[in-house]
């Protein structure tokens, strides 16, 4: 059973950074590609950012409205997965969550095998 928890959420100010974490316990963690999702309120959840498992070369993809600005990259050594999240802006505002999965292709189309409990982001000044 893999299990998965974010962190580094907060309130930042737009313009400023910050980087989250995905930590991942349990199963083949090299061998699980993982993805972050968004949900602001009133609005449906988004996948904005993945990589594939280190099976598959950390190949990563992202969501044109974030495109540019975040960047999701894996620990060396092993996990944690990050999220640097640059230049944040008040619509950026909205509970991270990351996902993990064997096929890409299922956390593309938002339908992981596993969900961490997700993480507060918000932008205002």
């Known amino acids: 059973q893999v299990q998965l928890v974010e962190s580094g959420g907060g309130l930042v100010k737009p313009g400023e950074s910050l980087r989250l974490s995905c930590a991942i316990s349990g199963g083949t963690r090299d061998y699980y590609a993982i993805g972050w999702f968004r949900q602001a309120p009133g609005k449906d959840r988004e996948g904005i950012a993945y990589i594939s498992s280190k099976a598959s070369f950390d190949t990563t993809r992202y969501s044109d409205s974030v495109k540019g600005r975040f960047i999701i990259s894996r620990d060396i050594s092993d996990y944690p997965v990050y999220l640097t999240m640059n230049t944040l802006k008040p619509e950026d505002t909205a509970v991270y969550y990351c996902?993990?999965?064997?096929?890409?292709?299922?956390?593309?189309?938002?339908?992981?095998?596993?969900w961490g409990p997700g993480t507060q982001v918000t932008v205002s000044s």
């Open positions: 996902a993990a999965s064997r096929l890409l292709a299922d956390l593309v189309q938002g339908i992981p095998d596993y």
